[in-house]
């Protein structure tokens, strides 16, 4: 087996269990290896450490699959990974109570580079690195067996691909395309899922439990959903009773799907809800000026900061509109605002959702910190898993 020779010192993150080895921590590669094989990681005095997928484009030069240094990397490691996703979700009753839910979740999962999301009876796979990309056929083989899904559909086209040097695969990975659009329910409302054309895998399941939150807190309320895509906390807001809810998004298609996701549930009450095609930048600020007010705002944007690269504009941008959202907001009122940014802590997020309270003249306390579900869990040794945080904040 080839062998990925540490710098001195190196070493270190890997017995903190960090499963990224960064180019500049590496000798050199000793044998030869093409993208995705299994090399062994050795200490720069030869002492073995792990076994990782070479990835000879990226920055992360190797993702660890195991730090057993004598673990075999074969078609059974990956079943029993997947076994082990799969039956964390199954202990939490996740996959009884929930047509959506995040089967495997990478690193945090103990498996780089890999994605799978459950919609129903279909799973949408996303494969990101050269090592996942190698072991396709285990990983769906694995997942096809240890669920029973009748089909796969893998999106492996995200941009990070790119930094690979890997191309964008798409397609029916196992079982054919349904015959009817994909739908799942959702605490109660049902919701389509385009995983060939949608965002991501076709839904942003990671928000599930803050939708209900929205449900709990939405009765008689006016709320306003930034960033809604297809309407996920529009839809539990009118669930929960709220009095209107308006839901802003710059995509056209997103709100198409907002909308066909309405009229798949008859039970709410369709003229309670106005969507509108707008930059929300841009439209928060019209609202300041006609002095609108809502009782209730989801912050929920794209990611703005990448990597920590971005930080300082993205820090410019979350203020932007949490400031805005302050301003809009009602005595009483409550914002629930998130940052999925890999580049934006918890601290720093908070921070600048303070400074804007402070900007928009409100007092302000934070009743819950909010994060994405037990099916994104995130391994203690890898931070990095916890993208997604959020502050539900009721101003004075
Ligand atoms: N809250 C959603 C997920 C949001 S994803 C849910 O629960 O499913 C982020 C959304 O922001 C995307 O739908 C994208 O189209 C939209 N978006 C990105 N930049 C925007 C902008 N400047 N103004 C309005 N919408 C924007």
Not at 114 to 127: E, H, K, N, P
Not at 250 to 265: D, E, H, K
Request: contains cysteine; positive net charge.
């Amino acid at each position: 087996m080839p062998e990925l020779l540490l710098k001195p010192g190196k070493e270190r993150s890997l017995f903190r269990r960090h499963p990224w080895i960064f180019e500049g921590s590496i000798e050199r590669l000793v044998g030869r290896a093409r993208p995705g094989d299994t090399v062994d990681v050795l200490a720069a005095d030869g002492r073995p450490l792990a076994r990782a997928a070479w990835s000879p484009r990226s920055q992360i030069r190797a993702r660890v699959w195991s730090f057993d240094a004598q673990a075999i990397i074969d078609d059974a490691f990956f079943r029993r990974r997947v076994d082990a996703a799969v039956a964390r979700r199954r202990a939490m009753g996740l996959l009884a109570a929930q047509d959506g839910v995040r089967l495997i979740h990478g690193e945090s999962d103990g498996l780089p580079g890999v994605i799978a999301d459950r919609y129903g009876d279909t799973i949408c796979l996303q494969l990101t690195a050269a090592g996942p990309d190698k072991w396709r056929k285990a990983i769906v083989g694995a997942l096809a067996r240890l669920t029973g899904a009748a089909r796969i559909y893998e999106r492996s086209d995200s941009d990070v691909r790119g930094l690979e040097g890997l191309a964008p695969v798409t397609g029916w990975a196992h079982g054919e395309a349904p015959g009817a659009p994909l739908s799942i329910d959702e605490n109660g409302v049902r919701l389509g899922v385009d995983v060939i054309d949608g965002h991501k895998t076709g839904f942003y399941l990671d928000q599930r439990d803050n939708r209900l939150l929205t449900r709990e807190l939405a009765a008689g309320r006016s709320v306003l959903n930034c960033f809604c895509y297809t309407g996920g906390f529009s839809l539990q807001a009118l669930a929960g009773g709220a009095g209107r809810v308006l839901s802003i998004d710059s995509s056209g298609p997103a709100l198409a799907g907002a909308r066909a996701n309405l009229a798949m549930n008859p039970g709410l009450d369709a003229a309670r809800a106005e969507w509108l095609e707008a930059d929300v930048f841009e439209a928060l600020r019209v609202f300041r000026k006609e002095e609108r007010r809502f009782d209730l705002i989801v912050l929920d944007p794209p990611k703005f900061a990448p990597s920590a690269a971005h930080a300082e504009r993205a820090a410019r941008a979350y203020k932007d509109i949490n400031l805005l959202g302050f301003r809009l907001l009602n005595p009483g009122g409550y914002l629930m605002t998130y940052s999925c940014s890999g580049g934006i802590g918890l601290e720093l997020f908070q921070k600048i959702v303070a400074g804007a309270a402070v900007d928009a003249g409100r007092d302000a306390r934070i009743l819950r910190r909010l994060a994405a579900g037990p099916d994104h869990p995130v391994a203690l040794h890898f931070p990095e898993g916890e993208y997604l945080k959020g502050l539900l904040v009721q101003v004075d």
